[in-house]
């Protein structure tokens, strides 16, 4: 599996065998439709961290935007992909959505240094 992605408020996963890319957005509309859904974002990390699969599955399509048959699928990539593997990914989702899109700075860091380690690699 890969890791998330992140640019311009987009965190974008991975999911399943294929490892279909999921756009979870960090806006207002996210933000409230979360926070709706579990009674405030505490409540959703509280269930996402208790490796909740039905809010796991929420978050992701709240996140997305995904609705009726869309949404229904979500759960189906997020079984397969493990819920072991998606709820940490959620987690950083929520992190990433409370600080209003902006990337922690250790992922900035970790991003920076990455392609630099890959050509010392390649030296």
Do not use: C
């Not at 709706?36 to 909740?52: N, T």
């Not at 998606?86 to 250790?106: D, E, I």
């Amino acid at each position: 599996m890969k890791n998330p992605a992140y640019v311009d408020g987009v965190m974008t996963i991975f999911l399943g065998e294929d490892e279909r890319s999921v756009d979870l957005k960090a806006n207002a509309r996210a933000a409230k439709a979360i926070s709706r859904h579990f009674g405030g974002l505490s409540d959703a990390y509280a269930k996402v961290g208790a490796f909740d699969f039905t809010a796991v599955v929420a978050v992701v399509n709240a996140a997305s935007g995904r609705v009726g048959k869309e949404a229904e699928a979500t759960e189906d990539e997020v079984f397969d992909a493990g819920l072991a593997f998606v709820a940490p990914l959620v987690l950083q989702y929520l992190g990433f959505l409370s600080g209003g899109g902006k990337v922690p700075k250790s992922k900035e860091a970790k991003a920076e240094a990455e392609p630099a380690e890959g050509n010392a690699a390649a030296a």
